[in-house]
């Protein structure tokens, strides 16, 4: 199958046009760099000629809460209407789990919107959630440093591999659509200030993490099961934290 990538040059997006390309598929990625812009169309209509497949794993530039909002909702809109005009039969979006949870996030909020957006279109369509990428680690503790302290609430967190995360989604894209959500998730949680504190020491960053209930993560105060799926729901990936870390050190 021809299967578009919407943001196919990113983390993400350039993993999983690999594994389909390894699966015998052509994986087209898109993006601004390829001539595609979905903020504007440009680019779809001739992008998607001959797709049976997208696969939109693209993010916004800016994470100011109204311009990631305009992003999505503006970018989704004009991807379904490309996509029905040119007969694409499978609309797979990838998305976070809890994201109902945590309306003081305005990332969160705009991720929602767009999977309602995807529900109340006429594409056939499947909606990955994911758990926080361990990529992602050093970012979320930048963004909660205070001078050489790193704030972070003590409440579950079950992160798991960019790569896991390309597997399920490229997996996905190649099945019948779900016409709902399935959720994937790293194959064990851990208590989220000791994970940040475990991944500084391995990088030998002498910032002290505080485990801080009120802690706020982007804007929002956690309860304890706030960014992880529900018991049983997900299917995990399988590269475990540790082995990660110690490739990544």
């Known amino acids: 199958m021809k299967i578009v990538v919407i943001g196919g040059t990113g983390l993400i997006g350039s993993k999983v046009c690999g594994k389909l390309n390894d699966r015998g598929h052509e994986a087209v990625p898109a993006a601004p760099s390829t001539g595609v812009d979905t903020l504007t169309g440009e680019g779809l209509a001739e992008v998607l000629a001959g797709a049976q497949v997208v696969v939109d794993v693209s993010n916004s530039p800016s994470f100011e809460a109204s311009a990631v909002l305009d992003f999505f909702t503006t970018s989704t809109r004009n991807l379904l209407a490309a996509e029905a005009a040119a007969g694409v039969a499978h609309h797979l979006a990838l998305s976070i789990v809890g994201i109902e949870g945590l309306p003081d996030n305005g990332y969160f909020r705009a991720k929602l919107a767009q999977e309602q957006l995807i529900h109340q279109g006429q594409i056939p369509f499947s909606i990955?959630?994911?758990?926080?990428?361990?990529?992602?680690?050093?970012?979320?503790?930048?963004?909660?440093?205070?001078?050489?302290?790193?704030?972070?609430?003590?409440?579950?967190?079950?992160?798991?591999?960019?790569?896991d995360v390309?597997?399920?989604?490229?997996?996905?894209?190649?099945?019948?659509?779900?016409?709902?959500?399935?959720?994937?998730?790293?194959?064990?949680?851990?208590?989220?200030?000791?994970?940040?504190?475990?991944?500084?020491?391995?990088?030998?960053?002498?910032?002290?993490?505080?485990?801080?209930?009120?802690?706020?993560?982007?804007?929002?105060?956690?309860?304890?099961?706030?960014?992880?799926?529900?018991?049983?729901?997900?299917?995990?990936?399988?590269?475990?934290?540790?082995?990660?870390?110690?490739?990544s050190s």
């Open 128 to 163: 990955v959630r994911a758990t926080q990428f361990f990529e992602f680690v050093k970012g979320i503790a930048d963004a909660a440093t205070s001078g050489d302290t790193v704030r972070v609430p003590p409440v579950l967190f079950q992160p798991m591999a960019a790569e």
């Open 166 to 247: 390309a597997e399920a989604v490229s997996r996905t894209a190649v099945e019948t659509p779900l016409k709902g959500v399935a959720e994937v998730a790293g194959p064990q949680q851990f208590r989220f200030d000791q994970l940040v504190a475990e991944a500084l020491r391995a990088w030998h960053d002498p910032r002290t993490v505080i485990a801080d209930p009120h802690a706020r993560y982007y804007g929002s105060e956690l309860a304890e099961r706030s960014l992880v799926p529900d018991e049983g729901r997900a299917r995990l990936g399988g590269t475990r934290f540790e082995d990660w870390l110690r490739r």
